[in-house]
């Protein structure tokens, strides 16, 4: 059956911007806009980023893996995102 609803993502943006989020050292990085709208579509995309930031990722292509995974045309529907 297909979805009633699509959300329009930019995945190479969202990339971006998780990243930035990941390798950024300041506590402030929590007011970022992208954790403020993640906390209201898919929540549990920000523990995700806190166990990347705990690794000490410092590649974006990981960031960049996990969004494929959760968000691109082949997601794997293994992998949780949403809370």
Request: aromatic share 10%; no cysteine.
């Amino acid at each position: 059956m297909s979805r009633l609803f699509r959300l329009s993502i930019d995945e190479e943006t969202l990339t971006d911007e998780l990243f930035a989020f990941v390798v950024d050292p300041r506590s402030t990085r929590y007011q970022r806009r992208v954790v403020t709208e993640l906390k209201v579509i898919a929540p549990g995309m920000i523990p995700v980023m806190e166990m990347m930031i705990m690794d000490g990722v410092e590649e974006r292509r990981y960031v960049r893996e996990y969004v494929n995974a959760v968000l691109g045309d082949g997601a794997d529907q293994d992998v949780y995102y949403a809370t």
